[in-house]
């Protein structure tokens, strides 16, 4: 345990170079475009690349770039938020399983096997046909569903470094319980912690592409990478990139970060 | 004649992760005649279990052997293709590991275990392996030979399953047998059981082997010849009596001085009896609900009492699961007692440590057990001292730096090392930080659980010369948690045996060994092998005649009332011992001992 | 068996009720907090207060939550899932035939994808670290990595854009001979099966390989156990458990799976229904659909610990 959080320290180090990459380009990459994302122009639809149009083309005739680094903006914003609500509000209810009462862990426990006993494309399918698919009700639904994964995964660690001899001392010497969580649990959660935001990110795009594939993810006119390969899917006949681009940008940014998650776990 | 076990000049380089090969072997060369058994001695990583599985032709993964030459039995071991080497293992070189409870396969029953090396070599047909088997648990003394090879290993007891391992090792007759490390992981009063099985085994049949270990009176009673290993190469090799009484190299003397029973106690006749600081009364823990008596339903610690006079160390002395980790986690205030009291310099103390006063949690500091896991490893040492200094003393800034530079002093090591993080240090360097953190809190009493176990022998003696001058310089009481009667007797004052979480006998350490005892205190005294060749066969344990059932004792056990040791006792009374709880004796110049049986003669030692 | 053994099925049960209950509870809840309701969905917002009023008391609405919730768990255990707010017709009889067709995707998708994932599993860690074990981890973690309407439209792209070989819609009523049949299932089954395969793969790999890496598979290897027997007698039994587990989770990327295959192929399964359903918000479909999915998954889960508990060997049960 104690050599784990000093082993792994690289893996975490570039699960978050990653995520703050796609973050930057999420942020920054429509700004580079010169066109608007939202014009549709007199090109014809499903063009092939040129020098204005990079990407050629959507079905609408519109920039497909454009449309990509919104729809990345999409994805990856809405993603990040989701996996912050989960991965914050999972680790402060793991935290709080192991140093509160008793009560808390019975109770916190129970709710975490019952929402896991749904599945996850499931649950998102119910709530949103009640709730919507605002960017807020998307935002929630993904971060609900997972933060019992979250809150698993931090109750297991913070519950084996709780019983490791340093945190014994420290309570036996009369620190208070925030100065415990604080000083003493948290720092040696946070590396295996990023490894877990860096997974929940991934179910995240996952989860969301299926969604707006499905059509009841992110609405137009707004676009994200599953929506975009929906409304192109027509492009497929044609090989047309307006289609084939997202689905590539998925892949890179979820294989780039199994990779990066994979590569000391998996072997030894 | 050849030898039957020859290696010479063994290289074997490993690698962990990506990084460039080191070497674990160097240049080792050894040889053994048949009939002999050859001890290997080293401490933690020096490559013993590397040489004794490379007999058997097993590399683990990573490494590989680079040069040299392995002969055993007339096979060239490291010539021979994989298919070879299953040829010959468990047929003519067989194994026993050193942790049956993970060696054995749990879903497989022992018998098919036991006689599977023989079986895949097919020796023999099954039914007449089946009754080899059982004259080999016969022959190593376990219980209910006919029967025993039906169980499941999560069945059975550590010991136990080490006998069947060692049967398992011996079913095909082979050639030579690989002992590592086989009674480490047991309690000395079950090691002793073992070592004896092993003992009479080896005698009946003349058996040729390796014996890997670290502790040297172990060698002394089970091999002839002995190897002392250290980072990977031979430092001494000769008989056991000139290894263990002759020793030329430096380190063989390092590792016998520190292995050799020696006392560092001040003499302490002279002076007046101290004050007592720590009292503990009546101290019942456990777990569960409340019975109708008040008591939890499982009790861990029952009724103890002893008290820790100022300036003196108590050891507490028990096999696993006696209970001591718990007492020490309640002196802490870190477990609620359910019954009794506590009280550091007559006031009583609460059972939540929240709810002692700040100068009472400075008094008492706890020093945990494990090396490895004692300090928080995302801050530098510099800064959990720091903590401490501040938490009790609000020391800030240049001073609480020059307190922790005084505390590292103390524990003789560097100030550079407060920028260190914890990863840097080794074992024995936690080890002292752990003790500096203690002392930080500038306190009367420290409470060590355990704090040798993890540690190589060598080390260890060195923290407990180290707790030894704490005690002289800074007048500091200590309770020294710990299942090694040596280390005990070489620097406690005074002794609280524990078995099944009573106290059976509380005296002047001093006193062990001579004049009257608990018989728990006798066998645990008389199953610590001494560094004599001979001394297995010559000691005379008594043992618990079976002439009480087992039946009869089962249904009784159940009352905590009854003397805990009832079941293994050698000299209990039938009718009294399973009848009436023990009363409390107190023999005159010595122990207070949880006992029916009269001081004139309760167990009284003969040596 | 033993009473130990009765006792953890018996917990087991115990516990797959509890979770029963809540997703009961759960998909009630949900579909029952927002204050505007079904009669807003149906009716639109330029309703007359009196039709709206008339539909609310039709569907129970203007009665105490509690009443709605017993009514409705009443007419659940009867079969009765309450008609659908699009077009009034029972949702039990809506999703009868579709059930039917869902649950042979998945139990053909599963019948493909287990055998072949246990082998590729237990054979790559058991030849860990070997060239194959490398090549199954990559295309494995590629596969998990890409969310599963890629690999439905991709082979919609090779398969029938490209190479005209079979029709890119599951027209399931057209189906008179084996070879129809191929056509018409190939697509959707082999790639359900490819999107379960690949988490199947890597979590029964870990299973094995966690098993292997135990000290009596050493201590077998010593006493000179070939290799054959030191998988079937010494590795399996103990790995058994495990990997039933990794089976059964993995069965919850089935359940996600099937919802987005049926849509890319159109195939007329339960989970389509569910997606218009919800794209169009009616919620006593979704209610009952969502059941559905969650009891199948809660049986499967369940069915596996089972399985685990029978497999713990004597002496180990905490």
């Known amino acids: 345990m104690i050599a784990m959080i000093g082993k792994f320290r690289s893996r975490h180090d570039r699960v978050l170079l990653l995520i703050v990459f796609w973050l930057l380009l999420a942020l920054l990459g429509p700004l580079c475009s010169s066109h608007d994302p939202g014009a549709i122009g007199s090109q014809p639809v499903f063009s092939a690349p040129s020098a204005a149009h990079l990407l050629g083309t959507d079905y609408l005739g519109r920039d497909t770039l454009g449309r990509l680094l919104n729809g990345i903006r999409h994805t990856v914003l809405l993603c990040f938020a989701s996996t912050l609500v989960s991965c914050s509000v999972g680790t402060f209810l793991g935290i709080a399983a192991v140093t509160a009462r008793p009560w808390v862990e019975a109770l916190t426990g129970r709710l975490a096997d019952g929402f896991l006993s749904i599945p996850s494309l499931l649950f998102a399918l119910l709530v949103i046909a009640v709730f919507g698919t605002s960017t807020t009700a998307l935002i929630v639904t993904m971060g609900v569903i997972y933060t019992p994964g979250a809150y698993r995964t931090s109750r297991a660690l913070a519950q084996r470094i709780a019983r490791l001899d340093f945190v014994t001392v420290a309570r036996a010497r009369g620190e208070s319980t925030p100065y415990i969580i604080l000083q003493e649990i948290l720092p040696n959660m946070t590396g295996p912690m990023i490894t877990d935001v860096g997974l929940r990110f991934i179910y995240a795009v996952l989860l969301l592409s299926n969604l707006s594939f499905l059509g009841i993810g992110v609405q137009p006119p707004e676009v994200d990478l599953g929506s975009m390969v929906r409304e192109n899917m027509l492009g497929m006949a044609y090989g047309s990139p307006a289609m084939i681009v997202p689905v590539v940008v998925i892949g890179v940014l979820t294989v780039g970060i199994n990779l990066a998650l994979d590569s000391s776990s998996g072997r030894r | 004649m050849a030898a039957t076990i020859q290696v010479e000049n063994l290289e074997i380089v490993g690698r962990r992760g990506k990084g460039a090969e080191l070497p674990i072997v160097r240049d080792v060369s050894f040889s053994v005649q048949r009939g002999e058994m050859l001890a290997l001695i080293g401490e933690s990583g020096s490559g013993k279990t590397t040489v004794a599985l490379s007999l058997l032709g097993h590399i683990r993964k990573g490494c590989r052997i680079a040069g040299g030459m392995i002969r055993v039995a007339g096979y060239d071991v490291t010539a021979l293709s994989p298919h070879e080497c299953r040829s010959i293992r468990g047929r003519v070189i067989s194994y026993v590991a050193q942790n049956a409870g993970s060696a054995f396969n749990p879903a497989l029953s022992i018998m098919r275990q036991v006689v599977e090396p023989a079986l895949v070599h097919r020796t023999l047909p ?22 025993i090879g039906e169980r499941y290993p999560g069945e059975l007891s550590g010991g136990q399953l080490q006998r069947l391992m060692a049967a398992m090792a011996l079913m095909t007759d082979p050639e030579v047998v690989i002992f590592d490390e086989p009674t480490t992981a047991l309690d000395v009063t079950t090691q002793i059981e073992v070592l004896s099985a092993f ?8 058996i040729t082997g390796v014996y890997v270990t670290h502790d040297l009176s172990v060698v002394a009673q089970i091999a002839d010849h002995a190897v002392v290993l250290k980072d990977g190469a031979i430092r001494e090799a000769g008989t056991v009596s000139k290894i263990l009484f002759q020793p030329e190299d430096p380190y063989s003397q390092a590792l016998l001085a520190a292995a050799e029973p020696r006392s560092r106690q001040a ?40 008290s820790v006079p100022k300036g003196r160390m108590l050891g507490v002395i028990g096999e696993s699961g006696c209970g001591k980790s718990t007492l020490a986690r309640a002196i802490s205030g870190l477990q609620p007692w359910a019954a009794g009291e506590l009280l550091l310099n007559g006031e009583p103390l609460a059972g939540n440590v929240r709810e002692r006063t700040p100068d009472q949690r400075r008094h008492l500091q706890l020093v945990a057990q494990n090396a490895d896991s004692v300090l928080n490893p995302s801050k530098p040492i510099g800064q959990t001292l720091e903590r401490v200094v501040r938490f009790y003393g609000g020391l800030r800034g240049a001073a609480a730096t020059r307190r922790v530079n005084e505390l590292l002093d103390m524990v003789r090591l560097s100030p550079s090392l407060a920028s260190r993080l914890p990863s840097e240090l080794s074992g024995g360097q936690k080890q002292r930080i752990n003790f500096a953190r203690a002392l930080a809190a500038d306190p009367q009493i420290v409470l060590c659980d355990e704090i040798t176990a993890a540690l190589d022998t060598v080390v260890a003696a060195a923290i ?22 040596h280390a005990l007797q070489s620097i406690c004052d005074r002794v609280a045996v524990l078995y099944a979480g009573q106290a059976v006998e509380v005296g002047p350490a001093m006193a062990l060994g001579k004049g009257v005892h608990h018989p728990y205190t006798r066998l645990l005294h008389d199953s610590v092998p001494l560094m004599e060749p001979g001394w297995l066969e010559s000691t005379r344990i008594k043992r618990a005649d079976e002439a009480m059932p087992a039946t009869l004792l089962n249904s009784l056990s159940h009352d905590p009332e009854l003397c805990c040791f009832l079941e293994r006792c050698p000299d209990r009374v039938s009718g009294l011992c399973d009848r009436v709880p023990p009363p409390v004796r107190s023999v005159p110049e010595g122990p207070r001992v949880l006992c029916h049986l009269p001081a004139s003669i309760c167990s009284e030692f003969s040596t | 068996m033993n009473s130990q053994t009765l006792k953890l099925i018996g917990r087991r049960f115990f516990a797959a009720a509890m979770s029963l209950i809540f997703v009961i509870v759960t998909v009630f809840a949900i579909t029952n907090v927002l204050p505007g309701d079904a009669t807003d969905a149906v009716l639109g917002q330029g309703a007359t207060p009196q039709a709206v009023a008339v539909m609310r008391h039709d569907l129970g609405l203007d009665r105490s939550v509690f009443f709605r919730f017993w009514f409705w768990l009443w007419g659940v255990l009867h079969g009765d899932f309450g008609h659908s707010l699009l077009n009034g017709l029972s949702v039990a009889d809506a999703i009868g035939p579709r059930l039917h067709n869902s649950l042979l995707l998945a139990g053909a998708s599963a019948a493909v994808s287990v055998p072949v994932s246990l082998f590729l599993g237990i054979t790559s860690a058991i030849w860990k670290d070997t060239v194959y074990d490398r090549v199954v981890s990559i295309m494995t973690l590629g596969m998990v990595s890409v969310p599963e309407f890629v690999i439905a439209t991709m082979a919609v792209y090779v398969f029938a854009v490209r190479l005209h070989l079979l029709p890119a819609l599951a027209d399931v009523g057209s189906v008179h001979s084996l070879r129809q049949f191929l056509s018409v299932f190939f697509m959707p089954v082999a790639s359900l099966a490819l999107v379960t395969l690949a988490q199947m793969v890597r979590m029964t790999r870990a299973a094995m390989a966690d098993t292997l890496s135990a000290p009596y598979i050493e201590m077998a290897l010593l006493k000179g156990v070939g290799p054959i027997r030191l998988i079937l007698v010494h590795a399996i039994p103990n790995a058994i458990g495990p990997i039933v587990n990794a089976v059964a989770l993995s069965l919850s990327s089935l359940l996600g ?11 007329p399964g339960i989970s389509g229904l569910m997606v218009d359903a919800v794209s169009s918000r009616d919620v006593p479909t979704v209610q009952a659909c969502a059941l559905v999915f969650c009891v199948t998954y809660l049986f499967l889960t369940t069915f596996a610990d089972v399985v685990t508990i029978l497999s713990l060997p004597r002496g180990r049960k905490a």
């Open chain 2, 464 to 485: 407990l010369d180290l707790m030894k001058e704490l005690q002289r310089d800074l007048g500091l009481s200590f309770i020294f948690i710990t299942h090694d009667l």
């Open chain 2, 126 to 147: 099954r039914r007449d392996l089946e009754a080899r088997a059982v004259s080999l648990f016969r022959a190593l003394a376990l219980p209910d030979p006919e029967t």
């Open chain 2, 267 to 306: 003499d302490l006749a002279g002076q007046p009896e101290q004050r007592s600081l720590l009292d503990v009364r009546n101290l019942v823990v456990g777990y569960g609900q409340r019975t109708a008596a008040g008591l939890p339903e499982k009790v861990i610690v029952n009724h103890v009492s002893f």
């Open chain 2, 199 to 206: 003992k009479a085994v080896f005698a009946e049949r003349g």
């Open chain 3, 257 to 267: 799976g099937v919802v987005v295959i049926e849509v890319v192929f159109t195939y």
